[in-house]
């Protein structure tokens, strides 16, 4: 019988809730996470345990590690593991949340959002200069940038749709309805204008078009391979 497994995850920005409800029945059938995967967590065969888990997101140093563990182990959460700013814990049912008001959740999207600003602001800035300078450019140096240009494109549009998800949890846990129903529109409609730019005439706009909805299929596809490569291999082992 194999003692590990993977599965994949909905994304912590996009469906945080639903993945640790998951892992929680996971845990209920004996099937514990062990660490992060790419897109996903793989999972070792225990005994059959009700455990519940929480995510916490912070830069902690090196030499802050262990003071920052203890904290979350005096109040019963014990840490699984941690993939960058981005740390997994898991407890009995009956401990008291990581997060157990509003003030405290809002702080946990903003430390995410603190992780996540350090790599998309200056990613757009590049994605946004690398189009500006293949619309003015000419020759070579157009066609560099135009590959420099849908190179950052795949990259920063899930980077941004994250972003933005997260400010849509903040804003939830802030209670701030109107902000995030206004997220939700903004969103809708940078779509529409994305679909939009698929008739427009230009080669710069259609490759930025079809590199944009590519930055959509990028990810998923990896999602799906990853979850076929998993469940393939670890059937045969």
Not at 116 to 130: E, S
Not at 172 to 194: C, D, M, P, Q, S
Request: with cysteine; hydrophobic share 45%.
């Amino acid at each position: 019988m194999r003692q590990r497994k993977y599965i994949t995850s909905g994304g912590l920005a996009f469906s945080e809730e639903k993945d640790m409800e998951k892992l929680h029945r996971f845990s209920l059938k004996g099937w514990h996470v062990s660490d992060f995967k790419l897109m996903g967590y793989t999972l070792e065969k225990g005994e059959c345990t009700d455990y519940i888990y929480s995510v916490d997101y912070r830069s902690v140093k090196k030499d802050e590690e262990e003071e920052y563990f203890d904290f979350f182990a005096s109040a019963g959460w014990s840490h699984i593991t941690s993939q960058g700013d981005i740390h997994l814990f898991r407890a009995k049912p009956d401990t008291k949340p990581i997060y157990s008001d509003r003030d405290t959740s809002v702080e946990k999207y903003e430390n995410l959002i603190n992780s996540m600003k350090r790599l998309a602001i200056p990613l757009a800035l590049i994605t946004a200069l690398a189009w500006i300078g293949a619309m003015i450019s000419s020759g070579i140096l157009k066609s560099s940038l135009q590959v420099i240009a849908n190179i950052c494109t795949v990259i920063v549009f899930p980077t941004a749709c994250t972003v933005i998800a997260t400010y849509n949890n903040k804003w939830k846990a802030k209670e701030k309805k109107g902000l995030v129903n206004l997220l939700k529109t903004l969103t809708i409609l940078f779509l529409i204008t994305v679909i939009v730019l698929l008739y427009v005439d230009g080669s710069t706009v259609y490759s930025l078009a079809y590199m944009t909805i590519g930055a959509i299929a990028f990810p998923t596809a990896i999602w799906v391979i990853m979850s076929l490569y998993h469940k393939i291999g670890w059937k045969s082992a």
